[in-house]
């Protein structure tokens, strides 16, 4: 009566989780400047799963909290490292198949955390049907933890059956077919219902009591009986499933008319109880047929038997009540004290998260999102900053300001000009730059390197899958390379394209420098040099010194210094400015459980920024006065300077120097921030490249797996069609033994691993001379937006300046969203390469 039954458990496979996790950690949440080492937490995960998922097959009740911690982990984890970015190929057998002896058990590799996660709280409601089927009925203590890790169990199979598909998001195996689950639930409500029966007759409750619970338990037993004759799930259970199951079901309709004959007896309706007692007698016997134990209820078969006789002996000398038909009586009342328990929060009672430092998911992505809109707002600014300034720049450059005022006195060089002709020797002159620029096609090769092994790793995967399909045919049924791997090769494009641009790049900032070679030339020479190559004013030179347009021109000068100094100042402070938004977010999530990050990061961006923007505004609208200004000045000052003589071709060298000066200036910066894109960038593809590895060694294991699979079915030998069972094997009403059919042979194929995919951007803005970029960069891994975690989001390239473009015009647009690598303050002026920093992932994960 109390045999109880216990669901079988999962089989896993061993697997490296080490090197993926180290490698997720590293590439997104580490910085050249912060990096994060999780190693000693990542190895006591895999110790803590090895334990976990093994332990449980010795069915202890000490089992339970190892796989409880395992479990707790998987969740936090979950909650802070999407479970789609993780590459591991985690494998799991059904817990259903026996095997054969010529092949193996049916199994499904899939490459995520999430179907881990599916398959060890399976093992959970499993383990606990066992432990709970090992307690004593004889002890109280023994039926209470039974009652409590039933109704777990039953909880945990209700929450796997609506949430496994979109966990797996493909075919999972028999045992995890949302039908199986609803099954098992079912079940194990029932065996709860069964405990509470026996606990109140263990505690000799009072007869209506028992009854109504026998009733409630005899109607879910019905229920199970109904799922588990379905043809789809009938195969699966084990042989003498079903039979307990029907034997259950009558035996506990028997008791309940057997407690409510005692009910009957106590109101002294001897005619129902004796009716009651008959029919009890009857569905005692259809138990002990339909399970096959002559034993089963029998010790209160014996009772019923005993009562039934002295309830007739008494009716034939004292009462003499007609026995009426059982059909007519009231049914027996229901009472359902089991219920199936919601899967807590925590199962461990003694959790500790080991990586409780790692931001969740949902935080950092409200800080990358942040971080975009604060970059957006910074480059904005200092982007019209350097607008205006390079106006100004060249404004005076055609005026030839302030060199024209040194020129005022004869024919001695301006002394403006041989201090800028000095700070380009110390920075290195025209050698300096010529190295620069010979270094720049190095890095671009790297890259493209790295870029072309990451699109031949994709082309052999996609190769290889496509010959297997073609040998195998439709037995090849795992999902095609061309489904799963399109973000990556629309990731690969987008790569592509930004290399591509960063070359015309280059060639903007080469063309540039060939115009301004021979005034840099000049420029690096010494100074009597330099007074050699600039053409004397001629003999009629006369002093302007005095003049008052010089004056005035001079005092202009000095304002455009003052704005200059004061626009260098508001751009350090926009690239200093910080917000704790972490700590604002954190402090949110915690008030509300969400974050609506837009109107903090609005509020926080606004009390910050706000004041600086005004200053840029101040600045520019204060410069176009002065531009004014200046234009009209001049214009006096070269009526005066006209009747001093012919000094044309003198002015023209003079205007040519100073522009090579800034010139020079300029490409040196570009060079730079060009040599950090294209390092930063091979980061970036690097993740990219680790990625693919990571997708190409999880697709290579689900290969070996079918062809192994596939290879096993053909050695398998061909038997002939099953006899049919016999007759007296047919289930019946009458409670003959029912024999379940044969189960089929397992499938030969193991389900693809899921590999979510997403895709879709705007098209890039053509501009020219430097291009536009996409407007987000590629996506390393991406998810489908059907999945329930996070979706991915791409990490953007931080923008940059671009000294060729348009007013508003940046290379490259920002995008909200979680990102590998956390933005870096804005970098020096000057080139339209994107400046990032970043720790480089730490080396392949295979």
């Known amino acids: 009566m109390a045999e109880l039954l216990a669901v079988p458990l999962k089989k896993p496979s061993d697997v490296d989780i080490v090197k993926p996790l180290k490698n997720i950690i590293a590439s997104s949440y580490s910085t050249a400047d912060k990096p994060q080492d999780y190693s000693e937490e990542i190895n006591e995960l895999s110790k803590l799963r090895n334990n976990a998922v093994w332990r449980v097959f010795e069915k202890y009740e000490s089992s339970l909290e190892v796989i409880y911690s395992y479990y707790d982990q998987l969740c936090a984890l979950e909650g802070k490292i999407p479970a789609h970015e993780v590459q591991i190929p985690f494998k799991w ?96 409500l029932a065996q709860a219902q069964e405990i509470f029966v026996l606990k ?28 588990f004759q379905k043809e789809f799930l009938r195969p699966l259970w084990d042989k003498d499933w079903i039979p307990v199951v029907a034997g259950k079901q009558a035996g506990y ?19 129902e109880e004796i009716a009651r007692l008959e029919h009890a007698m009857e569905l005692f016997k259809a138990a002990q047929q339909r399970s096959g134990r002559p034993t089963f209820f029998q010790e209160y078969a014996n009772k019923a038997q005993r009562s039934l006789t002295e309830a007739k002996k008494d009716n034939d000398f004292i009462y003499h009540e007609r026995i009426p038909d059982v059909k007519s009586l009231p049914p027996v009342p229901k009472a359902q004290l089991a219920k199936m328990l919601p899967v807590p929060d925590r199962l461990s009672q003694n959790f500790k998260d080991l990586f409780e430092e790692l931001v969740p998911v949902v935080i950092h992505q409200a800080l990358a999102a942040y ?58 002159g025209l050698q300096q730059l010529e190295r620069m620029l010979q270094d720049l096609p190095e890095l671009l090769r790297r890259n493209t390197d790295i870029l072309d092994e990451a699109e031949r790793l994709l082309r052999e995967e996609k190769e290889s899958d496509d010959q297997l399909r073609a040998q195998f045919k439709e037995r090849w049924t795992r999902t095609p390379s061309d489904k799963l791997t399109e973000t990556f090769r629309v990731n690969a494009t987008k790569y592509r394209e930004i290399i591509n641009n960063a070359m015309r790049a280059d060639k903007v900032v080469r063309d540039k420098f060939e115009t301004h070679r021979r005034g840099m030339e000049l420029l690096s020479k010494s100074v009597e040099e330099l007074q050699a190559a600039v053409p004397s004013a001629g003999p009629g030179g006369v002093n302007l010194n005095e003049s008052s347009s010089v004056h005035e021109l001079r005092r202009l000068m000095e304002e455009v210094e003052t704005i200059k100094a004061e626009r260098d100042a508001i751009e350090c402070e926009l690239k200093s400015a910080t917000v704790d938004m972490q700590s604002t977010f954190l402090s949110a999530l915690a008030q509300d459980g969400a974050i609506n990050e837009q109107v903090l990061s609005v509020e926080s961006l606004g009390r910050v920024f706000g004041p600086l923007q005004r200053q840029v505004k101040e600045s520019i609208e204060k410069q176009e006065v002065l531009v004014g200004k200046i234009q009209t000045q001049n214009t006096e000052f070269c009526k005066e300077k ?58 290579k294991t689900e290969k070996e797996e079918l ?106 647009p920002q995008q909200g969203g979680y990102y590998p690598f956390p933005q870096a303050p804005w970098p020096a002026p000057g080139y339209p390469y994107p400046q990032q920093q970043q720790q480089p992932p730490q080396g392949r994960p295979w």
Not at 154 to 166: E, R
Not at 208 to 227: D, G, R
């Open 253 to 271: 309709r028997a008791l309940s008319h057997y407690y409510q004959s005692l009910v009957c007896k106590a109101d002294k309706s001897v005619g």
């Open 93 to 188: 057998k059904d817990a259903f198949d026996k095997g054969s002896l010529f092949g193996g058990r049916i199994s499904l590799t899939v490459s995520s955390l999430a179907y881990e996660k599916v398959c060890v709280l399976f093992n959970i409601g499993a383990l606990q049907s066992s432990v709970a089927a090992s307690q004593s009925v004889e002890s109280d203590e023994g039926l209470k933890l039974a009652a409590k890790l039933l109704q777990q169990a039953s909880g945990i199979f209700n929450h796997l059956k609506g949430t496994v598909m979109l966990a797996i998001q493909q075919e999972p195996t028999p045992d995890l077919n949302p039908e199986t689950l609803g099954a098992l639930s079912q079940l194990m």
């Open 371 to 428: 971080d975009v809109r604060k970059n957006e707002i910074v480059n904005t600014e200092i982007m019209k900053l350097r607008e205006s300034t390079q106006f100004l720049n060249s404004v005076l450059a055609s005026l030839n300001l302030p060199a024209a005022l040194e020129d005022t006195s004869g024919n001695s060089l301006p002394q403006s000009l041989i201090d800028k002709s000095e700070a380009m020797k110390s920075l290195g």
């Open 642 to 699: 006209s009747g001093a003589g012919a000094a044309a071709r003198r002015e023209e060298v003079l205007k040519e120097l100073a522009a090579a000066h800034d010139a020079f200036i300029e490409i040196q910066n570009n060079l730079k921030e060009g040599s950090k894109f294209y390092n930063d960038l091979t980061q970036l593809l690097v993740t990219f490249q680790n990625k693919i590895s990571d997708y190409c060694f999880a697709r």
């Open 707 to 812: 062809m192994k699979d596939l290879t096993q079915d053909l050695s398998r030998p061909q038997f002939g069609t099953t006899p049919s069972l016999p007759a007296h094997h047919t289930a019946g009403t009458d409670g003959a033994k029912k024999e379940p059919p044969p189960r089929p042979p397992p499938p030969t194929t193991t389900p693809p691993s899921s590999v979510p995919t997403s895709s879709g951007t705007a098209p890039p803005p053509q501009g020219l001379p430097y291009p536009m970029y996409p407007s987000a960069m590629p996506v390393p891994y991406g998810a489908s937006p059907a999945a329930p975690y996070p979706t991915y989001i791409p990490p953007p390239m931080p923008a940059g300046y671009n000294p060729y473009g348009g007013p508003g015009t940046t290379p490259y």
């Open 200 to 227: 109140s007759i263990h505690d000799r409750m009072k007869d209506p009591i028992v009854s109504k619970l026998c009733s409630q338990c005899e109607e879910l037993y019905a229920e199970v009986l109904k799922v």
